[in-house]
């Protein structure tokens, strides 16, 4: 007879499970073991941290639209889970988490690593449950899976390292646990919005002149009805961090990101537009929305819950994004002028002369925008990007332009530092042979430096930047942006990267000057297998809103001369296009 751990990972197999990201540990070896002797059906990923298990968990259900699943022992190993399922549950990305616990017998009696992690989980999870047995397990198991999918979440299940090794008892199957009455297959409805819906919708776009779309993560996969979309609009679409992949960034109808990371064709076709389309997306910055009493909305979501969290729509359309765009557009009427989304064309090409300034390839120190740009222009163009949280964010959307056929992912409403090497990692596994490319900061590469060793070990032909200037840069601007404060606690002790990329068997690179960019990346591009390419840049270049807000001014200035180095952020500022950015 089967025991728990073995129906366990049965179950994940019959669910088009492939692999699970996580590390050993006593409280979990039924499991792995289960794993060990089913490794021709199920692979299982080494992390060197269960951080890094949960980022690549999350990463792999945002990647391949599929079941993440990642392990990790009883205690400490099921808490440091937390921050990737975090992760998971505010991007609603599908992953179930497997921990272990100690002995049922001695579970709430103070032994070693005795934490309930079902109460840990709580929080975190759409699903959680604490296995009882075998034949509880042919019942969870189905039911973890099923409830990650369908409510794109986290399913949690918590076993005792004893009953993972207990073997299935028909005769202490309770009377109403008949076997096999579970199913191991998902069920799929098919959401429409209702008529009177899509008709209140088409009715406030077709009666607007100045239209602006949003888009976000729901709306890959539905670029055709988008595009056509816009069209029919005259509409500029601005994308929303998650979406940056929906549109290439050279499309005519973009403007490219939005928020403090965006541009300012974005900013200023919120400002003007007269009605606004969400789709796929509640992007949480409200102010860079339409002001209310502005513009009338419309939002088209999967999930009912989202309609109108950051704005006041009046038509909600719930389903799928490309099937809900094509029942619109049937109704939508093309519009006679194109001058709204001329402007925004016209404001996109002027601000891509300024990114252009500022991306300089011979200014001195180094500047960042330079490097993120040439790094981008030699991604291939089926390459998997992911970025960390921090300025390395803002370089990778505003300078590096995707072109149609790649992908992007970070880490979203977490927004969590750390994330970035996990995920390429994950783009390398689900994607075997697609090159990977990440670009970090190094206040986050350095939390989890350790985990290059596993791209190493998977052979992930990964490329990653490091943006190197020894400080946490975003929050420094934060503190003062934000508060006025000078900036405190930021600075950071350096770390050879590259030759800690050499020390775990890689390819190391260091680039310290501009004219060292383009021989560099071109060596490092050429390098099989994972490289890591040191970049050492400016610490005092600003990280700049497209218009800076009056109280972020004031703040500014209040903070600037007490800020150590305030000199050099001066002189930055004083150029183009911090300058205009500083005036707007």
């Not at 073995?6 to 019959?14: G, N, P």
Request: hydrophobic fraction near 45%; charged fraction near 20%.
């Amino acid at each position: 007879m089967p025991n728990a751990a073995e129906i366990l990972i049965d179950t994940l197999v019959a669910w088009d499970v492939e692999v699970v990201f996580g590390l050993p540990g006593d409280g979990i070896n039924g499991v792995m073991e289960a794993l060990r002797t089913r490794r021709d059906k199920i692979a299982f990923v080494q992390v060197r941290h269960e951080e890094s298990a949960a980022f690549m968990a999350c990463a792999y259900a945002k990647w391949t639209g599929k079941l993440g699943v990642c392990l990790a022992t009883s205690g400490p190993g099921g808490t440091h889970l937390l921050t990737g399922l975090y992760d998971a549950k505010l991007d609603q990305a599908p992953v179930l988490a497997i921990t272990g616990m100690q002995f049922h017998d001695l579970i709430e009696t103070f032994t070693q690593q005795d934490v309930d992690l079902t109460r840990v989980f709580n929080d975190v999870s759409v699903y959680n449950a604490h296995v009882a047995d075998a034949a509880h397990m042919e019942n969870v198991a189905s039911l973890a899976c099923r409830t990650a999918l369908a409510r794109k979440g986290v399913a949690h299940l918590s076993i005792a390292s004893d009953i993972q090794e207990q073997e299935r008892d028909p005769s202490k199957r309770s009377k109403r646990n008949r076997p096999a009455h579970t199913p191991q297959d998902m069920f799929a409805g098919h959401s429409v919005p209702l008529d009177v819906e899509l008709d209140k919708a088409a009715a406030i776009l077709n009666d607007a002149s100045r239209v602006a779309i949003l888009a976000g993560r729901g709306a890959i996969g539905a670029a055709a009805e988008l595009e056509y979309t816009a069209r029919l609009l005259q509409a500029p679409v601005a994308k929303a961090l998650l979406g940056k992949a929906v549109l290439p960034d050279d499309h005519p109808y973009t403007t490219g990101g939005i928020g403090i990371l965006g541009t300012l064709a974005s900013q200023e076709a919120m400002e003007s537009c007269d009605a606004v389309l969400i789709i796929g997306s509640t992007f949480p910055y409200i102010e860079y929305y339409p002001k209310p009493g502005q513009a009338r909305g419309v939002q088209i979501d999967c999930d009912a819950q989202r309609i109108g969290l950051r704005f006041p729509v009046e038509a909600g359309l719930v389903g799928d994004a490309a099937e809900t765009l094509r029942a619109l557009n049937r109704r939508l009427t093309q519009k006679p002028s194109d001058e709204f989304l001329r402007r925004s064309q016209e404001t996109m090409r002027k601000w891509r002369e300024m990114m252009r300034q500022s991306e300089d390839m011979q200014a001195q120190p180094l500047k960042p925008q330079a490097i993120a740009r040439a790094f981008g222009q030699r991604l291939a163009d089926d390459t998997v990007l992911a970025t960390d949280s921090g300025q390395n964010t803002e370089l990778a959307a505003r300078h590096v332009d995707l072109r149609s056929g790649q992908a992007f992912g970070v880490s979203g409403s977490l927004a969590s530092m750390a994330c970035g090497l996990a995920y390429a990692i994950a783009a390398g596994i689900a994607f075997p042979g697609r090159p990977v490319a990440a670009i970090v900061g190094d206040g986050g590469f350095a939390m989890q430096l350790g985990e290059f060793s596993t791209a190493v070990r998977y052979k992930i032909p990964l490329k990653v930047l490091v943006i190197k200037n020894n400080m946490l840069n975003q929050i420094a601007w934060e503190q003062m942006m934000f508060l006025g404060n000078p900036q405190f606690g930021c600075e950071l002790q350096p770390i050879d990267f590259a030759k800690a990329a050499e020390a775990m068997g890689a390819k190391g690179f260091r680039i310290e000057r501009p004219d060292q960019i383009e021989t560099v990346l071109d060596q490092a591009f050429a390098t099989q297998g994972p490289v890591v390419i040191e970049a050492l840049v400016d610490a005092y270049e600003p990280l700049m809103p497209p218009k800076m807000p009056a109280d972020y001014a004031k703040n500014f200035r209040q903070a600037l001369p007490r800020t150590p180095g305030h000199e050099r952020i001066e002189e930055n500022i004083a150029r183009e296009p911090a300058k205009s950015m500083m005036d707007a």
